[in-house]
């Protein structure tokens, strides 16, 4: 288990926006032979993008202007809900495009990450890992490690969807997810689309999420072994060593060119 300082890098809001090749050799029939092997992996990848896709949901301008209004009626009580506040805020003026985030924990098999409910949670890679993972997921669709900004967008939509509620995230989450202290915890680690915590099973407490910032990594929220009102859904701290194999972490992956391929 990893050992930290304990840092809300949210405390300062501006640090963190401001840190086949194929050769043919002729012939009719080689050439046909290529051509069906080219054909099977296009198929194989739309395929893939199909199942993959259901688990993850689409972060729209509609829903960032959704953000922005609910924004407009909110000051926060809590040091902690202002940071998260005025970082949404900035977050939903920053980002002009819409993007599909995963809903579930990842799973990884041979160095590849896949979506399935029910399986091992893909742990035990570094930041640096995470993020070459990412961006191999599903190139044909933009994907890459979410930024902590498009995360906090899908958090402080699902407050306005009512699923979650502003010191449910920011302060003592523990009523829900996978936390030590939460009501239903197994206090181990469990399976990938078993632990929800407002309307999405995305493991809240169940590992920790690891995406990147401007100036490198962020890991957001607990673990298991956590208490959820020390390391609450919307807690971040920054990660100073990005090769170091993070145990029980988790990286998040958007999609940002969905909308150019047929699936």
């Known amino acids: 288990m990893k050992n930290y300082v304990k840092c809300d890098i949210m405390q300062n809001v501006t640090n963190i926006l401001l840190p086949l090749k194929i050769k043919i050799f002729?012939?009719?029939v080689l050439r046909t032979i290529v051509r069906r092997n080219i054909q099977m992996k296009v198929d194989f990848i739309h395929d893939v993008t199909k199942d993959q896709v259901a688990y993850f949901t689409e972060i729209t301008k509609h829903d960032r202007c959704r953000v922005m209004e609910w924004l407009k009626g909110q000051n926060g009580e809590t040091a902690r809900e202002k940071r998260f506040l005025e970082f949404v805020s900035q977050a939903v003026t920053e980002?002009?495009?819409d993007y599909?985030?995963?809903t579930i924990e990842?799973?990884?098999v041979n160095g590849r990450i896949?979506?399935?409910a029910g399986k091992d949670v893909g742990i035990g890679f570094s930041d640096n890992e995470w993020e070459t993972m990412a961006a191999n997921f599903c190139p044909n669709m933009g994907s890459r490690l979410a930024e902590m900004k498009e995360l906090?967008?899908?958090y402080a939509l699902r407050i306005v969807d009512g699923g979650w509620t502003l010191d449910y995230i920011t302060m003592d989450s523990s009523i829900a997810g996978n936390y030590r202290n939460s009501p239903n915890s197994t206090k181990d680690l469990e399976k990938t689309g078993v632990v929800k915590a407002g309307n999405y099973n995305d493991g809240q407490g169940n590992t920790?999420?690891?995406v990147k910032t401007k100036y490198g990594f962020a890991h957001v929220g607990g673990a298991f072994y956590h208490y959820g009102?020390?390391?609450p859904v919307a807690f971040a701290q920054s990660d100073g060593n990005p090769s170091a194999v993070q145990e029980y972490g988790s990286g998040v992956v958007v999609l940002t060119n969905y909308k150019k391929v047929s699936t």
């Open 26 to 28: 002729g012939g009719a």
């Open 95 to 97: 980002i002009n495009y």
């Open 100 to 102: 599909m985030i995963a």
């Open 106 to 108: 990842p799973s990884v």
């Open 114 to 116: 896949f979506y399935s």
């Open 152 to 154: 906090c967008i899908w």
């Open 208 to 210: 920790y999420k690891i």
């Open 229 to 231: 009102f020390d390391f």
